[in-house]
């Protein structure tokens, strides 16, 4: 419930302060007073969008704060998604617009984001304008209508599990079919890779080595021709370092004899010729292990350029970098080989969950038009009420060949408002003080099933005027006693039924004009139901048929 508004610098408005109380409340006023402006301020504190222009002239920013009573709404889950700290049953609700363009949100004076904010203020008001009566040619909020007043809220909650599951699944399924057809679509090139690298029996390490044979291999001769010269001045020459370096050995150890000093030099040349003999017999042997093959030459030349014919086919470098692509090809090649059974899987699983959903679907359906009968004999029966003796109406329902997130269902609200006129959409046929009575019935009959929040009517009385305008006064009163109303309405039928009368009116001072408001005492009321019925010149006729309205309301 809304107990209090604050407007700051908005508008017309400087300072304004407005204190509701629960039941039916009535905002009245000259036209271009600011009633417009009152709500605009109010819808600021709900979500919509700010704009500079709506400052006041001459102001740093303007201010709107609202405060609720959250009592009937249990809104504490919803502030715990949000990570707000729920202050209990009041909440304060503040918007704060500079001049240059900046806005900021509150709630209980922390700063929230403002699609947040938007969403907290549709659970706490609704507000119902005259353009809000085209929500009625919408066949969403038709459907929305019927599954409020039917009690789908069970039905709707399972049906959206069972769709959002099937839905989920049916992606995945196509998904792995769009995957399966590109696999298939390169699966025969994909397969002709990996066999050609399976094929090729790739070792760790086999390039380096074939590297290092063939350059043996190609330079064998060179190799042997080198290695046998060493061999000879080695050895085999009258003059060959070993034989020197025997002499050398020999020599010093005939002279260690007389000068024992040498002997450790003596030592040192004799290993030096084990060693010089251990080098020439190593030698020795890769002489006769080196050889000039030309077929072996052969073999490693095509060998290598399988090799580097893979790698620059790849775009690789290394063997290593080969066979990870092998294997990363077997893994995939084995993917599209278990995909048809991954697929068969998929397909009976959505197809459950398909029918799943569908059985939810038909029990959301079921109940909604089992509750449509009802829903037409009470709209007729409060229509009628509203001198339109002659309406008919029917919930036209159409099933979906696939359901979307609503249901399997799509309904329109057929209308006729005369005798001898056959039932058309709502939107074709119904005049605007037709579609006022209409949408404010549907309110009505809202309100008496489900918890609305506060509920603000402005000029729902659009079209209507005498007894008419008495009874739709009657309704919003009615509507009073369960909720929170408040109605601006030009009306002294509506406004006489109200048990809280503001009166908006507009204050000249010195160039400047300002709106505002005050609560109307008894006496002040009485005055202003007489200008609604008389005009700027008040009668004392109109005086007394506005005594005679709030009187008979007290009864």
């Not at 790739?202 to 064998?220: F, K, N, S």
Request: net charge negative; with cysteine; glycine share 6%.
């Amino acid at each position: 419930m809304l107990k209090s508004l604050y407007i700051q610098n908005f508008a017309l408005i400087d300072s304004l302060r407005i204190a509701f109380d629960s039941g039916f409340s009535v905002i009245s006023g000259e036209t271009g007073a600011g009633k417009s402006i009152i709500l605009g301020a109010l819808s600021l504190i709900l979500g919509q969008r700010a704009d500079t222009r709506h400052i006041k002239q001459g102001s740093e920013k303007c201010v709107i704060e609202g405060v609720f009573d959250l009592s009937a709404y249990d809104l504490a889950p919803f502030f715990e998604e949000l990570d707000w700290v729920y202050e209990g049953d009041e909440c304060i609700l503040r918007r704060e617009i500079w001049n240059n363009g900046k806005s900021r949100a509150f709630v209980n004076d922390s700063p929230v984001y403002l699609n947040d904010l938007k969403g907290l203020g549709d659970k706490l008001i609704d507000i119902h304008s005259q353009h809000q009566n085209l929500s009625l040619n919408d066949n969403l909020f038709q459907l929305n209508v019927v599954d409020l007043l039917a009690d789908t809220a069970m039905e709707r909650a399972e049906f959206g599990k069972a769709y959002t599951a099937y839905r989920s699944s049916e992606k995945a399924m196509n998904d792995l079919r769009e995957q399966s057809r590109k696999n298939r679509e390169e699966e025969d090139y994909l397969r002709f890779q990996y066999t050609a690298l399976a094929e090729a029996n790739l070792q760790p390490g086999e390039q380096e080595r074939l590297e290092e044979e063939l350059e043996t291999v190609t330079h064998a001769e060179e190799i042997k021709t080198g290695l046998f010269a060493v061999t000879s001045l080695l050895s085999e020459d009258e003059r060959s370092v070993e034989s020197m370096l025997r002499t050398v050995a020999d020599t010093l150890h005939n002279v260690q004899r007389f000068y024992p000093r040498l002997a450790e030099v003596a030592a040192r040349v004799d290993s030096v010729f084990i060693e010089l003999k251990d080098v020439r017999e190593e030698i020795s042997g890769y002489f006769e292990e080196v050889e000039f093959d030309p077929g072996r030459r052969q073999l490693l030349e095509e060998r290598l350029s399988t090799l580097y014919d893979l790698q620059k086919k790849h775009s690789v470098t290394t063997v290593e970098e080969l066979t990870g692509l092998r294997d990363k090809m077997a893994r995939k090649l084995e993917n599209i080989d278990s995909l048809d059974e991954r697929l068969k899987a998929l397909e009976k699983e959505t197809e459950e969950k398909k029918k799943t959903m569908m059985a939810k679907a038909g029990s959301l359906s079921k109940k909604r038009k089992d509750a449509a009968p009802r829903i037409e004999k009470e709209l007729v029966e409060r229509l009628a009420y509203l001198r339109m003796p002659n309406v008919k109406f029917l919930c036209d329902f159409k099933t979906k060949e696939i359901p979307d997130v609503t249901g399997a269902d799509t309904v329109q609200f057929l209308f006729s408002a005369n005798k001898n006129v056959a039932l058309q959409l709502v939107s074709q046929i119904a005049s605007g003080g037709e579609m006022s009575r209409l949408m404010l019935c549907i309110k009505a009959m809202i309100a008496g099933a489900t918890s609305l929040p506060t509920i603000i009517f402005d000029e729902i009385d659009t079209g209507t005027s005498g007894e008419v305008a008495d009874r739709v006064g009657a309704i919003m009163e009615e509507m009073g006693t369960r909720m929170q109303v408040i109605g601006i309405t030009h009306l002294p039928q509506i406004a006489s039924k109200g048990s809280t009368h503001f009166l908006v009116y507009k204050e000249e001072g010195d160039n400047i004009v300002t709106t505002r408001i005050k609560e109307l005492t008894s006496g002040e009321r009485v005055q202003e139901i007489a200008r609604m019925l008389s005009g700027a010149k008040i009668t004392e006729q109109a005086v007394e048929n506005a005594k005679v309205m709030l009187n008979r309301n007290k009864i």
